[in-house]
């Protein structure tokens, strides 16, 4: 694929750089990752940035220009060979810090809200299970907010992400039927499915008698533990003790979480093909005409590497999970990510 019918365009603070950049490098994923990319310009090229200033990535194949990355300038590194500026997003202020408050009655979405305005991010799209209320969570400092928004994500069957306009999203973990597509023979590079082995099952534990977060006895110690129904420890079978689990809702819809994860790493795929600039964890993908026994999916998208280099060329690295089988496909007429390449 030639880099003449590609645009890269960089602001780092004031200034707009769209013919400067020798290469970049630009890395996604899932929380608690956090979003980088990494630009190169040559030396005699002024770069005036600073850490700390307002930065955002934009990529152009010739179809429009996408965003993909919202942020703030991360450091700047000086050398003979040019100037490397990496740009990190809201994902590096929410692992920067490390809260101390306990949050009362609150449902999930309203305790992530909480955690994401303390780092000062602003919340985007939010999916999450029905609308659990949490007697009481208690942030540990052992833990950064990044962390903790990861757990309570898991707890409602979601996954966060630092969106493109690095605004933080909760995605759903059984998100429904593919909603882009990749065609075989046409973009990809290389297609790498494998197989794993069940991993052994968990079950979270909780610690309250109480059947409602409203109910008075909601904070006392329960005599018998709180599994949802899940099956005695055993080699095969591990106890997760998490004491801010306090009601059988709360556990039941955190275990099915759990279950979800387990059976969907049973099936995962590594992938590299043409640059595809609107790809991002969390999309569901379908990979349409593949040979032989290759699974079209649905995958679960979880990390992706977008990068451009006069010598390389331009690709995308994308790995994931399976999304589930009794997803429905795309039909034959989706637009999918690439347009009119399908």
Request: glycine share 12%; with cysteine; proline share 7%.
């Given at each position: 694929?030639?880099?003449?019918?590609?645009?890269?365009?960089?602001?780092?603070?004031?200034?707009?750089?769209?013919?400067?950049?020798?290469?970049?490098?630009?890395?996604?994923?899932?929380?608690?990752?956090?979003?980088?990319?990494?630009?190169?310009?040559?030396?005699?090229?002024?770069?005036?940035?600073?850490?700390?200033?307002?930065?955002?990535?934009?990529?152009?194949?010739?179809?429009?220009?996408?965003?993909?990355?919202?942020?703030?300038?991360?450091?700047?590194?000086?050398?003979?060979?040019?100037?490397?500026?990496?740009?990190?997003?809201?994902?590096?202020?929410?692992?920067?810090?490390?809260?101390?408050?306990?949050?009362q009655s609150q449902t999930l979405r309203a305790t992530i809200t909480a955690l994401a305005n303390e780092a000062g991010v602003s919340m985007g799209r939010v999916a999450l299970a029905a609308p659990t209320q949490f007697p009481n969570y208690v942030c540990h400092q052992q833990r950064t907010i990044t962390e903790h928004i990861k757990e309570l994500?898991?707890?409602?069957?979601?996954?966060?992400?630092?969106?493109?306009?690095?605004?933080?999203?909760?995605?759903?973990?059984?998100?429904?039927?593919?909603?882009?597509?990749?065609?075989?023979?046409?973009?990809?590079?290389?297609?790498?499915?494998?197989?794993?082995?069940?991993?052994?099952?968990?079950?979270?534990?909780?610690?309250?008698?109480?059947?409602?977060?409203?109910?008075?006895?909601?904070?006392?110690?329960?005599?018998?533990?709180?599994?949802?129904?899940?099956?005695?420890?055993?080699?095969?079978?591990?106890?997760?003790?998490?004491?801010?689990?306090?009601?059988?809702?709360?556990?039941?819809?955190?275990?099915?979480?759990?279950?979800?994860?387990?059976?969907?790493?049973?099936?995962?795929?590594?992938?590299?093909?043409?640059?595809?600039?609107?790809?991002?964890?969390?999309?569901?993908?379908?990979?349409?005409?593949?040979?032989?026994?290759?699974?079209?999916?649905?995958?679960?998208?979880?990390?992706?590497?977008?990068?451009?280099?006069?010598?390389?060329?331009?690709?995308?690295?994308?790995?994931?999970?399976?999304?589930?089988?009794?997803?429905?496909?795309?039909?034959?007429?989706?637009?999918?990510?690439?347009?009119?390449?399908?």
């Open positions: 694929m030639s880099l003449a019918a590609q645009s890269i365009s960089v602001t780092l603070g004031n200034l707009l750089y769209d013919t400067h950049v020798a290469s970049l490098s630009v890395d996604l994923g899932v929380l608690p990752a956090v979003n980088h990319a990494h630009c190169v310009f040559p030396l005699d090229v002024p770069v005036e940035a600073a850490p700390g200033d307002e930065a955002a990535l934009e990529l152009d194949i010739g179809d429009g220009a996408t965003k993909i990355l919202t942020g703030q300038v991360e450091t700047v590194t000086r050398l003979f060979s040019g100037t490397r500026v990496t740009i990190a997003d809201a994902g590096a202020k929410l692992a920067g810090l490390r809260p101390s408050a306990t949050y994500a898991r707890i409602g069957n979601g996954m966060a992400v630092v969106d493109e306009d690095g605004k933080l999203s909760i995605l759903s973990r059984t998100p429904g039927p593919a909603d882009s597509a990749l065609r075989y023979g046409r973009e990809f590079l290389e297609y790498e499915m494998r197989d794993t082995p069940v991993p052994s099952s968990r079950v979270l534990v909780g610690n309250g008698p109480a059947g409602a977060a409203a109910d008075p006895n909601v904070f006392r110690h329960s005599t018998e533990p709180l599994t949802g129904g899940g099956d005695d420890p055993s080699p095969g079978n591990l106890w997760d003790p998490r004491p801010a689990l306090r009601t059988g809702d709360l556990v039941r819809q955190a275990n099915t979480e759990i279950n979800t994860r387990r059976n969907s790493r049973t099936k995962q795929l590594k992938a590299n093909c043409w640059l595809v600039p609107t790809l991002r964890p969390g999309a569901v993908l379908e990979i349409q005409d593949l040979p032989g026994p290759l699974s079209k999916g649905p995958w679960l998208i979880t990390e992706v590497t977008h990068s451009i280099d006069m010598n390389a060329g331009s690709r995308t690295r994308f790995s994931g999970v399976y999304a589930g089988g009794d997803l429905a496909g795309l039909l034959s007429s989706a637009a999918g990510l690439i347009g009119g390449l399908l």
